[in-house]
């Protein structure tokens, strides 16, 4: 059973950082590209960065390029997300996500997700 564990969640000042992850299980993680999703309240869900299964090619979305840093340790079956100069429009549900194919943005192209861990900026 496929299995993928955020953490790193919380409440931050803006300008703050944090440094979330994703534990993943049951499924061979060198193989996947990984991926960071937000929702926020009323919202759908977008997309935050990806990292690709080999060399670890990256993209971002326009909102958090600069500021966020998607990396892996496929030792440790992990994806982090460090969130750096955090605005309070960060605000949301971050999502980790697994994808057996290629580096993507679209949530559709996702196989398996994780339950979500909630950041908070205030202001």
């Known amino acids: 059973q496929v299995q993928l564990v955020e953490s790193g969640g919380g409440l931050v000042q803006a300008g703050g950082s944090l440094r979330l992850s994703c534990a993943a299980s049951?499924?061979?993680?060198?193989?996947?590209?990984m991926g960071w999703f937000r929702q926020a309240p009323g919202k759908a869900r977008e997309f935050v960065a990806t990292?690709?299964?080999?060399?670890?090619?990256?993209i971002y979305a326009d909102s958090v390029k600069g500021r966020f840093t998607i990396s892996r340790d496929n030792a440790k079956k992990t994806v982090f997300l460090q969130m750096n100069r955090l605005k309070p429009d960060d605000t949301a549900v971050y999502y980790c996500a697994a994808n057996q194919w290629a580096i993507a943005t679209s949530t559709s192209e996702y196989d398996h997700w994780g339950q979500g861990t909630q950041v908070t900026v205030s202001s």
């Open positions: 990292v690709s299964r080999g060399v670890g090619g990256t």
């Open positions: 049951g499924l061979p993680f060198s193989h996947y590209a």
